[in-house]
């Protein structure tokens, strides 16, 4: 539809109607012209605590709290990468049954990832690490508050699961405050620049919540391209200098194919762009996954090519996978090192071989890879000690 009849169309989906609008110079402009006169749709926390989550905040409220949670990301150690690497890497190495050359079974490799992320979002978001008490009652909780994916309506369940986990985190937080300055967590950069209230703790309990699914699912594609691509792992695996580089444009080239796909907006009051009528009360899909395909903005947009982000970046206009105004993801860089060290982890230890065949299925909240995939992982051997490559 985005070649066909693009690149603004209108549809209807869900009982209501859908304003489509492709490439991302476009996109920009009519967040920028209109940023007044649309509302971001997520999902609805107001029965859990007050001013909902980032995504939906407006205003100085927003100003506020995305200044308070970046100054705090900003504050977290630049050398996490290289401890985030060595953590995945264990984690994959720990799991039984990963050198048997067998497919491992689609949910146990589901469940490892989503284990993988959790445990890491838990520690840099609350710092929180496994073997302390905490981290076993946050992971039963977050189990009750989700569990197979986000769940949209908030019923009494979520409600418990909720106040477990910050009742944890409020225990956790003297804790936190007493270790002082030394701490990593963005809870604890937090706490140094004064008291988290309700509306910031209920935040980071919701970032923790949508961030594992999302970076779980995003892993999945990862061990995918991974799979497709053994040139590139092998080039990961063998690299010393540029290694961090060439898994991170791996990362980037995988965001620019897939998982990173739409913005979506609610009209508040009618206006005209592009020579369309935007009533209000209509939704607004801003098509980041097509606007990535477009031939303008990438050479052979269907190819896999983690080059083109080696050398020259392609600004904005060409690449947006975290964002275009304002609500911008404040964790992007940080989900391109977490996603770059799963890679390095990945290419460091295994050869991939690819199990199930089919196409792409769309999952709960974003296209997926096939239901039947699962990696087939046989260790890799170290190089040779005389460095050349075979
Ligand atoms: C590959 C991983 C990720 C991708 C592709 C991604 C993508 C995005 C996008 C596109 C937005 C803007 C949404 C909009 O404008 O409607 C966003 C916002 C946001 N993301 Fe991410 N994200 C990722 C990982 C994470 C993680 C791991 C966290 C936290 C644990 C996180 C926290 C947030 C927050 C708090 C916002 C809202 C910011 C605001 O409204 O000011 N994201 N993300």
């Known amino acids: 539809m985005a070649v066909e009849v693009g690149p603004v169309f209108k549809g209807r989906g869900w009982g209501s109607l859908w304003i489509y609008v492709v490439g991302l110079p476009r996109c920009r402009q009519i967040l920028r012209a209109h940023e007044d006169d649309l509302h971001p749709v997520t999902i609805d926390v107001g029965t859990l605590f007050d001013k909902g989550i980032l995504r939906q905040m407006e205003g100085d409220d927003h100003r506020r709290y995305r200044s308070a949670l970046v100054q705090a990301i900003g504050a977290l150690p630049a050398d996490r990468a290289e401890g985030q690497v060595s953590r995945v890497g264990h984690s994959l190495k720990d799991m039984s049954g990963l050198q048997d050359a067998a497919p491992m079974p689609v949910q146990t490799f589901k469940s490892l990832l989503a284990r993988i992320v959790l445990d890491e979002l838990a ?86 919540e949508m961030g594992r699914y999302d970076m779980a699912a995003f892993f999945r594609w990862l061990t995918w391209f991974a799979a497709m691509h053994q040139d590139w792992m092998q080039r990961i695996a063998e690299a010393t200098d540029t290694q961090q580089a060439v898994a991170a444009a791996f990362v980037m080239e995988a965001l620019r194919l897939e998982q990173s796909e739409r913005l979506v907006r609610r009209v508040k009051r009618d206006f005209v762009a592009e020579g369309f009528l935007f009533p209000k009360g209509a939704n607004v899909r801003f098509c980041i996954w097509e606007s990535h395909k477009s031939p303008d903005a990438h050479a052979e947009p269907f190819s896999f090519d983690p080059g083109r982000f080696l050398g020259e970046r392609p600004g904005p206009d060409r690449y947006s996978p975290f964002g275009i105004d304002r609500h911008q993801c404040p964790f992007g860089a940080y989900s391109i090192r977490l996603a770059a060290a799963f890679v390095t982890a990945l290419a460091t230890h295994f050869h991939i071989g690819l199990s199930g065949s089919g196409a792409p299925v769309r999952g709960l909240y974003h296209w997926e890879p096939a239901e039947d995939f699962s990696p087939v992982f046989t260790e890799r051997k170290p190089r040779s000690t005389n460095g050349s490559r075979p």
């Open 123 to 208: 520690h840099v978001i609350f710092g929180v690490e496994p073997g302390e008490p905490a981290h076993d009652e946050l992971v039963a909780a977050y189990g009750e508050l989700g569990g197979n994916g986000l769940v949209w309506n908030i019923g009494t369940r979520q409600a418990r699961a909720y106040a477990a986990i910050a009742a944890i985190l409020r225990r956790h937080s003297a804790t936190t405050e007493a270790r002082g300055p030394a701490s990593t967590s963005v809870l604890a950069n937090l706490l140094q620049q004064g008291p988290v209230d309700a509306v910031m703790l209920g935040n980071l309990i919701y970032m923790v």
